[in-house]
């Protein structure tokens, strides 16, 4: 079969000034869809920030990043999508909460959202909101986000600062070596509607049939009206605001242990008798030894509550970067003081880091690796741990442990006595002249201020740990010829039942009384 040429059929040709309609809208569309990515990425994270901060990483430590990067291609992605209703209220709580210097969360500002994280059973919807509390920094900043999807609230907390994380995920694995129950952290990376939000924190608290706490609520509000200034106006933290709670009004075993709780924190109920006092002694340590912190966030701090023995044991949680230690007055239990003591003493110890380095230290490594901070040429960071022994073992021996003054009473002399330590002092004796040492009797103390010793202390002459308000000084007599003339009065002094070294305080002359007399 013959094949014809077909014939060609010219086709007119395009002015230059029409308008090609599918590649110009085409390329408007991509224009306008990359305009619209690059705002709305910009608008929920800083994520040139992050950009700039790795490329600096990268020219300081290229293989700190990359041990960084690689670490980091092993966590999980949880991927956040909601609506964008309900991502525009979110923002605008958030601004309102940065206006303020708190968030509160409400009921009417939780949103829903679908939530997917490998290994959890694939997606789900959940409740979503702003973690409540102080509200410092700027818009964009990352957010502090709570998800729940069964009973209790998940906290997802952004990594800014590579050592505290760090430190927040020992503190709790530490906490569970030593019996306690803790929250569980997961590192892991944050996705919302197809946004990266970086590195975050993932805590699921320890779970517990009943708990007790402290409503936060009031100290926020009066924090939003400008009433409680963290730091400045109130050194508690807003703590005068603390309201007990129950996670649980349903509960039968309720009512009791708010009753029981509050008891305790009102000063009517020692927490000696509702607790063991060993273990809040430790837990208080290791909250110094991690964090540098002399006690728990109180708006974070939870108990268990036991209804067939009627005791609390105390759950170990994330500590806020803004954190407000429970006050002083909360910790008037000698037998908690002098456990407290004793542990310090116990965690103080060079032999203690040791054992975490070769129980968590392997763990901490890749911890650190993955958190960038080998690639910030940032300190070891268990220079940190060691910084806060330091800080403990001066509480264990102080440079003035004790203030003491002497004046002339009649044929006598009377010492004033001032115990400045937050735990029980034992005045083991006095020393004159660096030649004779006496024990102090209990019969030489003004009965008008013998509240200030320590009772059950078997017979010991122990002063009671300073509280949140100046103790009143306690007169001792001393018999004439106890002090020699000249010789310098020197008492001599240690933490009660505690293993801690004795200190030696001079009395302060208030007059030149040792003088011989004519």
């Keep these: 079969m013959r094949v014809q040429p077909s014939r060609r059929v010219s086709q007119p040709t395009p002015s230059r000034f029409t308008p090609r309609f599918g590649a110009s809208a ?17 608008h929920q994270q800083d994520w040139t920030g992050a950009v700039r901060a790795w490329g600096s990483a990268l ?4 293989q700190g990043v990359f041990a960084a990067w ?28 940065l206006q303020q210097g708190v968030a509160i969360p409400r009921l009417e500002q939780v949103v829903m959202a679908n939530a997917s994280l490998p290994g959890a059973g694939g997606n789900r919807p959940v409740e979503l909101r702003l973690s409540g509390g102080s509200a410092l920094g700027a818009a964009e900043d990352p957010w502090s986000l709570e998800l729940r999807s069964g009973e209790a609230w998940q906290r997802l907390v952004p990594v800014t600062d590579a050592l505290s994380a760090w430190q927040q995920w020992g503190y709790l694995e530490t906490l569970r070596q030593h019996g ?33 706490g402290f409503d936060a609520r009031p100290a926020w509000e009066a924090l939003a009206q400008g009433q409680v200034l963290p730091g400045q106006t109130s050194p508690d933290g807003g703590f005068r605001y603390a309201v007990p709670a129950v996670s649980s009004a349903d509960d039968p075993a309720a009512p009791q242990a708010y009753a029981l709780f509050r008891a305790a924190v009102e000063g009517e109920r020692a927490l000696s008798s509702l607790s063991d006092a060993e273990a809040w002694g430790r837990f ?6 991690w964090t540098g912190a002399p006690a728990p966030d109180w708006s974070t701090l939870r108990w268990s509550f036991d209804a067939t023995t009627g005791r609390f044991e105390v759950l170990g949680s994330l500590q806020p970067a803004a954190i407000s230690p429970l006050p002083a007055a909360v910790f008037a239990d000698p037998a908690v003081q002098t456990a407290t003591a004793r542990a310090l003493a116990e965690f103080t110890q060079p032999a203690y880091l040791e054992t975490l380095r070769q129980s968590l230290g392997e763990a901490l490594e890749w911890q650190w690796a993955v958190l960038g901070g080998a690639s910030a040429d940032l300190a070891d960071p268990w220079s940190v741990l060691l910084s806060h022994q330091r800080a403990m073992q001066a509480y264990l021996a102080p440079e003035r442990p004790l203030a003491a003054t002497l004046e002339p009473s009649g044929d006598d002399f009377v010492v004033q006595l001032v115990n400045l330590q937050p735990f029980p002092l034992h005045v083991t004796g ?8 006496r024990d102090l009797e209990l019969s030489w ?12 202390a078997a017979g010991a002459f122990v002063l009671r740990a300073a509280g949140e308000y100046a103790p009143q000084p306690l007169e001792v007599r001393l018999p004439r010829e106890l002090l020699s003339p000249g010789g310098e009065l020197v008492l001599l002094c240690k933490l009660w039942d505690a293993p801690t070294p004795e200190m030696r305080v001079s009395v302060l002359e208030t007059l030149p009384l040792l003088e011989e007399q004519p």
Excluded: H, I, K, M
Aim: hydrophobic share 55%.
């Design 445 to 456: 103390v003004n009965p008008a201020g013998s509240g200030a010793l320590l009772e059950n």
């Design 26 to 42: 085409l390329l408007l569309g991509l224009a306008l869809l990359l305009a619209f990515g690059l705002g709305f990425l910009s």
């Design 284 to 289: 208080l340590a290791l909250t110094l030894l």
């Design 430 to 437: 006095v020393d004159v002249g660096g030649a004779a040492r």
């Design 180 to 212: 306690f129950a803790a929250s569980r952290l997961e590192l892991l990376q944050l996705t919302v509607n197809g946004a990266s939000w970086g590195l975050y924190l993932l805590e699921t608290p320890a779970t517990a049939a009943l708990t007790v």
């Design 59 to 62: 020219l300081r430590s290229p």
């Design 70 to 97: 690689r670490a980091r291609q092993q966590l999980p992605t949880l991927t956040l999508d909601l609506g964008f209703s309900d991502y525009q209220l979110l923002a605008s709580t958030r601004a309102q909460a």
